[in-house]
């Protein structure tokens, strides 16, 4: 059963709630699809699973871009509800026909839901009985291939009877998704779905399902003595010839008016040569265009108003151009298409993770379908903009970060600020941790290091060294030890010294390593420490993904609290080497939900810094 739906603006306003449903949904599946989800450039997901004690939730949801609404169903997992996104999409359908921004309360729309409601599970009914029913007829027409088989007379006419029972079938099917492509609500509903609804809505729709196993209608095909398919084969190659014939009109030796030199505007005979030339002439600028955002944008809009008034005229690669930037009405998913492509290949040349570029693009198309474009706007222009929107939105931190402002709260509490700092080898975990200690110092806050890497020889030497330049106490036990069981007797001595901070160096591991993180995990669940802090490298691609994920899922899986800490925040080291590439930071900040707290850019103690989400964002685009 469906458990609710839900009606809000993109504000956070909720306009309409199902009331008749009104199921106290368990835990706060909108809240977290919102925070987790929407928020975080990941609408271009299919469905977001949310569970809660008791309680295993699905979430589907569809925009509507134009006016700025969100549509949430949520439903029970266990239940694979088919009708959701069909009922969705009516929904979105209906309600934006009485929205109004001006009004606040819609119980008039309760009835049309509940109808709605109706029709959609009427539809999703009608599709399972038809999928049965086909189920039979193929178990029946399969049958009757084996007696034929088995020897009765006549076996090469019934052959080709069973075969063109199976070609009427393909026929049929694919009518139906022709039928359900002209479904207003085609692009929300599966095409299962649609298949349903097209046989509900239509009287043809209908008698074509049953077409395909109809007996009058195989053996008109037989008599007809060929496959369903072929005469529209043979239609559509004759249309080929068609056109090349009017090909031979252009004769050159006829010495044409000059005018028709001018295929920009050629509307004769010769039309269909010219526009097809002309039209991938234009899409190929188009495309360019697309990509590259051009500086004369002024000079061509201009020209916008005069060349799309006649619309019936044919047009050259110019005015098509014009047309493809201001001549939509609503942005869909094929005009958003090759400015994502680029945008994406653009982040993927910054080192943003494929997949993460993807996702990205992905949900700024969710955003955009739909929306109108405001008039002599490119679209180049306005997916950038949205990607800029989403891009500053994923790199600002959602929670204040306040490292100083903490370290104060837990000194008036009695007890020091701990920091772990986790990472895989050699990202420079003890180097930065140096040059966090020296922050900190700058903040008349005192320090005390923890040497809790017990297994790489050599790794307490070097935080002593540290220790030893920057003038503040070590804690250490050698190696060999348990590293969990050293910050703990690290954190009592700090406790007992007065220290504000304690920073716990941990031994580099790569996150596919289990013993290895199992004993992160109890490190980090015996200390209960105020920041795990990722430390990653700044020059790592699709890499960052893996170990982002894993090392979160590991702490996860490995943990022996039912609550696990995870990652709070992230710690970019090597800035200064990865010129424009950095695309690390958005991977990491999009896998995680982390921020990135400090940013290392050198090998000296002063070389820290704070993440510059605008010149980040601006650099990415570049
Ligand atoms: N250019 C540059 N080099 C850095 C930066 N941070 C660390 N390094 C260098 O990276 C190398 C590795 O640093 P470490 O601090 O030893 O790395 P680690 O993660 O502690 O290493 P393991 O303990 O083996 O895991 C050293 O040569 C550092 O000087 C940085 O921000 N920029």
């Given amino acids: ?75 029970q997992r266990i239940l694979h509800l088919l009708y959701v996104d069909d009922l969705l999409a009516m929904v979105k359908h209906e309600f934006s026909q009485i929205y109004d921004p001006k009004r606040m309360a819609y119980s008039d729309f309760d009835e049309t839901f509940r109808q709605l409601k109706k029709e959609a599970e009427a539809r999703a009914e009608d599709l399972k009985r038809s999928k049965q029913a086909v189920g039979k007829s193929l178990n029946n027409s399969k049958k009757q291939g084996q007696m034929q088989k088995a020897g009765f ?22 009518k139906g998704r022709k039928l359900d492509n002209g479904h207003s609500n085609g692009n929300y509903v599966h095409n299962e779905e649609s298949k349903g609804n097209g046989r509900a809505n239509g009287v043809e729709n209908g008698s074509s399902n049953a077409g395909a196993f ?51 505007d050629s509307v004769g005979e010769n039309g269909d040569n010219i526009e097809v030339v002309a039209a991938d002439h ?60 680029a945008l994406k290949d653009r982040l993927m040349t910054k080192n943003v993770a494929e997949e993460i570029a993807e996702k990205l693009c992905e949900s700024v198309a969710a955003s955009l379908e739909g929306k109108k474009l405001a008039s002599f706007t490119r679209i180049s222009s306005t997916v950038q903009a949205a990607m800029e929107e989403a891009l500053v939105r994923i790199l600002t ?23 772990v700092f986790v990472g895989v080898n050699g990202v420079g975990k003890s180097t930065n941790l140096a040059k966090v200690a020296y922050w900190l110092l700058q903040h008349q806050v005192s320090v005390m290091m923890a040497a809790c890497d017990t297994f790489r020889s050599g790794a307490v030497e070097q935080l002593r060294t540290h220790a030893r330049r920057l003038q503040i106490p070590i804690f250490e036990k050698g190696y060999e030890k348990d590293p969990a069981i050293v910050a703990k007797e690290a954190i009592q001595e700090a406790t007992h010294n007065g ?8 031994a580099g591991r790569m996150q596919d390593n289990e013993p290895l993180m199992r004993a992160l995990s109890k490190l980090i669940y015996l200390n209960n420490p105020d920041l795990v802090l990722f430390v990653g490298e700044a020059l790592v691609g699709n890499d960052a993904v893996d170990q982002l994920s894993k090392f979160n899922q590991k702490l996860a899986d ?40 400090f ?24």
């Fill in 1 to 75: 059963m469906l458990e609710q739906l839900l009606i809000f603006t993109r504000g956070g306003l909720i306009l309409w709630t199902c009331k008749e449903l009104g199921n106290a949904l368990k835990g706060s599946p909108i809240d977290t699809l919102i925070r987790s989800c929407l928020l975080e450039e990941r609408s271009g997901a299919a469905s977001y699973n949310y569970d809660a004690p008791g309680a295993a939730y699905t979430l589907k949801w569809t925009f509507h871009n134009e006016l700025g609404l969100v549509f949430v169903a949520v439903y």
């Fill in 153 to 174: 007379e006549g076996v090469t006419n019934k052959s080709s009877e069973s075969n063109s029972s199976n070609d009427s079938e393909d026929g049929d099917d694919r």
């Fill in 214 to 264: 109809d007996v009058n209608k195989l053996q008109k095909l037989r008599a007809k003595g060929g496959k369903k398919t072929e005469p529209a084969v043979s239609k559509g190659s004759k249309v080929e010839p068609k056109k090349k014939i009017t090909k031979k009109n252009r004769v050159w030796d006829d010495s044409p008016p000059q005018a028709k030199l001018d295929f920009t």
């Fill in 282 to 341: 234009g899409e190929s600028m188009m495309d360019k265009e697309e990509i590259f955002s051009s500086e004369s944008e002024g000079e061509e809009d201009e020209e916008v108003g005069k060349d799309s008034k006649p619309e019936t005229r044919k047009k050259g690669w110019f005015s098509s151009m014009f047309q493809s930037i201001a001549g939509k009405a609503n942005l869909e998913k094929s005009d958003l298409e090759p400015a994502l492509r």
């Fill in 397 to 419: 931190p959602r929670r204040s970060i306040d490292i100083l402002r903490d370290v104060h709260a837990a000194k008036e509490q009695g007890k020091p600020y701990v920091v």
């Fill in 499 to 506: 220290s504000d901070v304690v920073l716990v160096d941990t």
């Fill in 558 to 597: 490995l943990s022996p609290s039912p609550n696990p800490r995870l990652i709070d925040g992230i710690l970019l080291t090597k800035f200064d080497t990865i010129d424009d590439k950095v695309g690390a930071a958005l991977s990491m900040v999009y896998i995680s939900g982390a921020p990135v707290m």
């Fill in 599 to 622: 940013v290392g850019c050198g090998q000296s103690y002063t070389d820290l810094k704070k993440l510059n989400v605008k010149s980040i964002v601006k650099t990415l685009l570049k």
